[in-house]
Structure formats: C-alpha cells, structure tokens
C-alpha cells in the first residue's frame, strides 16, 4: 500500500516507521528539522524490552506534486486535522481512505470534509510513545489497533488491518469502534482534564478529596452520556479503573496539563467536549463536562494574553 502519515510526532512517527517496514510511507510534518532528522537518519524507535528499531520512511514537508495514495492516516492534534488535510489534499484520489487514531471522539466530523462518508476510518490504539529526539521515539507499550467505520460493512477494511499486522502492529476490525473509542476516553475526560485545570500529576487526583470527588463526577456523567448514545459502561467499573490510573501513575503528566503549562491550544475539544456535544445530541445533562471545557479554553486566553 502507499500510506501518508500526517504529523510526524510520537504516534506519527511510530505508525509512520512501522508500517514502512512493509509499504511505501510518506510521512508529513510542517517542521522541517524534524522531516531532515528522518530522511537522514530514519526514524529511532526505543522498544519497550531496550531493543531499538530503526525504520525509513520517507519524510515530506510538502506533498505538492506526489500522486494520491491508498490510506491517509491522521496524528496531527485535533485542532490541526483540517489544515493538515488541506495542505495535503493532492494525495487524496477518488479510491483513497482517510483514517483518524487521534484522542477523542468526533474526528469523522472533519474527514468528511474531505472524502465520503464511505472512505472514513475511525479507529483507536492501545500504543504509547514518546519523542526523545528529532526522529527518535520511546515506544512505551504495545496493544491491539482497532479499525473501524461510520457507514457500511467494517469487512471491507480488513486490507487495512492486515497491512497493519504484516508491519508489526497487532490490528482487527472492529462493529464496536465507537464503543471502544468511548471505552479510552473516560480517563481523559476525567482525570486527565483535571490534570490541566489543576496542573497537577495524576496522583494528586486521586489522592486529593476534592479533586477525586469531581474526577468522579465527570467518570459517572460521561457513562451517562455514553448511554444516551447508545453505548454501555458500567459506572462502577469505569471509576475503579480511572482511579487505577491515577494511582499507577502518581508522577503521570498529561498531555493537556503540559500543552497548558506551556501555552499551548490544548485538544479538549475533541476529548471532553466531544462528551459535550453528544450530551447536546441525546439531552442527557453534562454541566460538568461544560464547565471542564469553559475552563480550559479560559485557560488558554489567558495565556495567550500573557
């Protein structure tokens, strides 16, 4: 298959140099120190068991001129997925899919705008990394990729599933995407957006009684949400297991509580405000999702004031 990668960070740069082991892979970022480091030096992959891996990508700033290709796939933050996609609109062609594995939920919204609703991929991922470098990452944990779709028989996207797992990286398709999108965002909706407002690390969350009493608040909002959509969670289950988190991960700095510190356009919307938005499609309440959301968009005005 010929695949582009948008966004050559973490995820980008792991998916990006995995599957290029097997197919032909453009990988796309707007920094060209970065896009340098990869073309000169291939893309450094730290593995969890202290065996690095070493993969060659093609690394593009600009597509200007390249045919389109078989797959998109999308790792830019969320509030960067449009302009990403139309600057790179020359490798979108009639037979070619465009695939988001981005935190959240809702990204279908944006590809639409760009393909039918038949070439869309949703999907999500039980793999972490970490940049440590320019083309170097730490791939921190490894898990099955989930593929899905928003219109038709998820059968079809099989050839995107094994392309995955001839490259190394254990994939399925999935009927129940959406649920299992859902299923990763609890943590993030709770105690990771708290994380920001409060910059804190996630033990403080749990072992603050405040903090933890509106950590879950917004666990047993959001089942409901999810409910009203359709989508099944145990309350109960979900809250032990965001609890979980934040006592494995005492130290844990999140990515919107960083993006915040820092000044940064955070991804909340698509992430706490995407619980939001289906509240306001099913009418099942979610004041305090609002409020997270209000929050941080007025944390980052602040900032931008600053």
């Known amino acids: 298959m010929r695949i582009a990668v948008l966004g050559a960070g973490a995820m980008g740069s792991l998916y990006g140099g995995y599957l290029s082991r097997k197919h032909d892979v453009i990988l796309v970022d707007v920094n060209?120190?970065?896009?340098?480091?990869?073309?000169?030096?291939?893309?450094?992959?730290?593995?969890?068991?202290g065996s690095v891996t070493v993969c060659h990508?093609?690394?593009?700033?600009?597509?200007?001129?390249?045919?389109?290709?078989?797959?998109?796939?999308?790792?830019?933050?969320?509030?960067?997925?449009?302009?990403?996609?139309?600057?790179?609109?020359?490798?979108?062609?009639?037979?070619?899919?465009?695939?988001?594995?981005?935190?959240?939920?809702?990204?279908?919204?944006?590809?639409?705008q760009f393909v039918d609703r038949a070439h869309v991929v949703i999907g999500t991922t039980q793999h972490n990394s970490a940049v440590v470098g320019m083309g170097e990452i730490r791939h921190g944990g490894s898990g099955i990729t989930h593929v899905g779709c928003i219109e038709g028989d998820v059968g079809r996207l099989q050839y995107i599933a094994d392309a995955f797992c001839e490259s190394g990286l254990e994939a399925d398709c999935s009927a129940d995407v959406q649920k299992l999108i859902w299923g990763k965002m609890f943590t993030n909706v709770s105690a990771s957006v708290l994380t920001g407002v409060l910059q804190v690390p996630l033990g403080f969350i749990a072992a603050d009684a405040n903090a933890w009493a509106l950590c879950e608040t917004?666990?047993?909002?959001?089942?409901?949400?999810?409910?009203?959509?359709?989508?099944?969670?145990?309350?109960?289950?979900?809250?032990?297991?965001?609890?979980?988190?934040?006592?494995?991960?005492?130290?844990?700095?999140?990515?919107?509580?960083?993006?915040?510190?820092?000044?940064?356009?955070?991804?909340?919307?698509?992430?706490?405000?995407?619980v939001v938005r289906a509240s306001r499609r099913n009418g099942v309440p979610a004041p305090t999702h609002a409020a997270m959301v209000a929050l941080v968009h007025a944390m980052e005005a602040k900032a931008s004031q600053s």
């Open 57 to 112: 990508p093609l690394g593009a700033v600009s597509t200007a001129g390249m045919a389109p290709v078989d797959l998109i796939i999308v790792f830019v933050k969320a509030m960067f997925s449009k302009s990403a996609l139309s600057n790179n609109r020359g490798l979108i062609g009639p037979d070619t899919c465009i695939m988001t594995l981005q935190n959240g939920s809702g990204h279908e919204d944006t590809l639409t």
């Open 32 to 49: 060209q120190a970065v896009i340098d480091a990869i073309n000169a030096n291939g893309v450094t992959i730290h593995e969890p068991d």
């Open 218 to 274: 917004l666990v047993r909002e959001a089942v409901a949400v999810a409910a009203g959509e359709g989508l099944e969670f145990d309350a109960e289950e979900k809250v032990a297991e965001v609890r979980r988190v934040c006592e494995n991960s005492p130290a844990g700095i999140t990515s919107i509580c960083a993006d915040l510190s820092k000044g940064r356009r955070t991804e909340v919307d698509t992430i706490s405000g995407s």
